[in-house]
């Protein structure tokens, strides 16, 4: 009886060394390198779903389309402030099955 318990007692202190010592987040893959983002941008282009935005900057203001509309400029600055302070923290799949991630082509951007 007393085997039967010593026994126990060496696999449980076993599974619990494997556990504190096995690195947690460990990754077996190296990320790309994103290339820096220009000081200044003046132009943006936004697509979804076949859709194309174009915002471009125009002395000074934020204009969308060809007819040059007003855009709202903390929201267009918001947005590259947004994309340059992008980081890659994971890669999401290595056998290229993004539907189960919702990563369509329709919401690529």
Do not use: C, H
Not at 7 to 30: D, E, H, M, P, S
Not at 36 to 41: G, N, Q, T, Y
Not at 92 to 108: A, C, M, R, T
Request: aromatic letters at 8%.
């Amino acid at each position: 009886m007393k085997k039967e318990y010593l026994l126990l007692v060496v696999v449980i202190i076993g599974l619990v060394a494997l556990l504190f010592y096995q690195k947690k987040g460990r990754t077996n893959y190296q990320l790309p390198k994103l290339s820096p983002l220009e000081k200044s941008v003046d132009r943006l282009l936004i697509e979804k779903a076949g859709e194309l935005v174009e915002l471009s900057l125009v002395d000074g203001k934020w204009v969308v389309g060809t007819q040059q509309y007003r855009a709202n400029s903390d929201r267009v600055k918001k947005i590259i402030a947004e994309v340059k302070g992008l980081k890659l923290t994971a890669l999401v799949s290595e056998k290229g099955n993004y539907q189960i991630y919702d990563l369509v082509p329709e919401k690529k951007f």
